[in-house]
């Protein structure tokens, strides 16, 4: 299948370097692809020529041309930037597709306390909606740190769970099915309508809480019933 | 143990219940003890004098008597009244003791669409330990349905877990211990400063929306590592 990979950060990242792992042909989309593959690494890091120079098979476009390229869309970018990426993209190379939407309604980091610059009455995955009513919104996967989400098996043996909402039935029954056969997610609960996604982004502020008390992000929510 | 419980909802009538089986000493706190007294039955429900009928050890009192009756006080009004039903007790019969904040951040039920009163950048605890900066605050038990929060173990054998925010270590330490050793909890998470009741009062935006698809309100989290 052709994905769309909307951002470069650990999560595109990751998700394509899956994907083509699967045998998936995947471009990850960037603001400006020159600029891409100049930068110098980050602390910590890797930059991204080095990265691209051992995953081969993924190309680089910009985010017009990465959504042109996916039959399925993910957008990896940073939950404060999504709209307005997305509002480069012609309406024609969204429509009918599914955008599995995994950002999250942060702030950029390091700018006075945490906080959602959307929640509780509404939600980044329904603003990326309304402003874009031509592409299939499925919230999913943000509740997880980059790589449990393309190796859940690395987790506990992959007994936890994750959670789909989206207004298309038919779109969350796809995800669903996509995050079961490529990454290997054995339990994936569907909440129904997008603003299911509220409750799902607002897990975010539980998260960080626990990531700064456990001292990794390596866990995940498992519903015990 | 002396405990006073602020409010005779489910939540209330059930916490003492279990409190007063382990033999505590419990008084439940509300608006008006005659009027409590002479309330009918609400659908599907028996009046609070039918219930105190087969709960005699449990007293009755007035909000303020219930707090000073207690060593350990529980909040478990309904969260929209929460901060007003605690200003009607005396400063000197909430210091220094330690309050379990079990309300949620809800307005009145079937009053428009689900939504928070307070939410991201602030919390329903935080809002209570403000208005009383004498009594220690200490959020939990507001992430489970009634009877699970006194008997963790009638779900998947206790397999789950509970969480503590508060600004005082001492008083979360002592909550930890007493969930564990009253209502046999097997994990509960210390998240820290009461900052994070944000997060475990934005779960029941999930809460709700799991107990839609699952048609039952007997679940729980369990953080997977």
């Known amino acids: 299948m052709r994905v769309g990979v909307l951002g470069t950060g650990i999560v595109g990242k990751t998700l394509a370097a899956a994907l083509v792992g699967r045998g998936h042909h995947v471009m990850l989309g960037t603001r400006d692809v020159r600029r891409k593959m100049e930068e110098k690494a980050e602390e910590g890091s890797v930059s991204y020529r080095r990265?691209?120079?051992?995953?081969?098979?993924?190309?680089?476009?910009?985010?017009?041309?990465?959504?042109?390229?996916?039959?399925?869309?993910?957008?990896?970018?940073?939950?404060?930037?999504?709209?307005?990426?997305?509002?480069?993209?012609?309406?024609?190379?969204?429509?009918?597709?599914?955008?599995?939407?995994?950002?999250?309604?942060?702030?950029?980091?390091?700018?006075?306390?945490?906080?959602?610059f959307v929640?509780?009455?509404?939600?980044?995955?329904?603003?990326?909606?309304?402003?874009?009513?031509?592409?299939?919104?499925?919230?999913?996967?943000?509740?997880?740190?980059?790589?449990?989400?393309?190796?859940?098996?690395?987790?506990?043996?992959?007994?936890?769970?994750?959670?789909?909402?989206?207004?298309?039935?038919?779109?969350?029954?796809?995800?669903?099915?996509?995050?079961?056969e490529e990454f290997g997610w054995k339990t994936v609960i569907d909440l129904g309508d997008l603003t299911a996604a509220r409750g799902l982004e607002m897990l975010i502020m539980l998260w960080l809480k626990l990531w700064g008390v456990f001292g990794t992000a390596d866990f995940n929510y498992k519903i015990v019933r």
Not at 97 to 111: Q, S, V
Request: avoid cysteine; proline fraction near 4%.
């Open 51 to 116: 990265w691209a120079s051992t995953n081969k098979k993924v190309r680089l476009g910009t985010f017009a041309e990465a959504a042109a390229h996916g039959e399925l869309l993910m957008n990896a970018t940073a939950g404060h930037a999504s709209v307005e990426v997305l509002s480069k993209i012609r309406p024609a190379d969204l429509r009918d597709k599914i955008l599995i939407d995994i950002a999250n309604a942060l702030g950029e980091w390091g700018e006075g306390p945490m906080e959602l």
């Open 119 to 180: 929640a509780n009455t509404d939600s980044l995955a329904e603003r990326i909606q309304r402003a874009q009513p031509g592409v299939r919104v499925v919230k999913a996967l943000n509740t997880v740190t980059a790589h449990i989400m393309v190796n859940p098996k690395g987790l506990a043996g992959g007994d936890h769970d994750l959670f789909v909402a989206g207004n298309d039935p038919d779109a969350r029954e796809r995800v669903v099915r996509f995050l079961r």
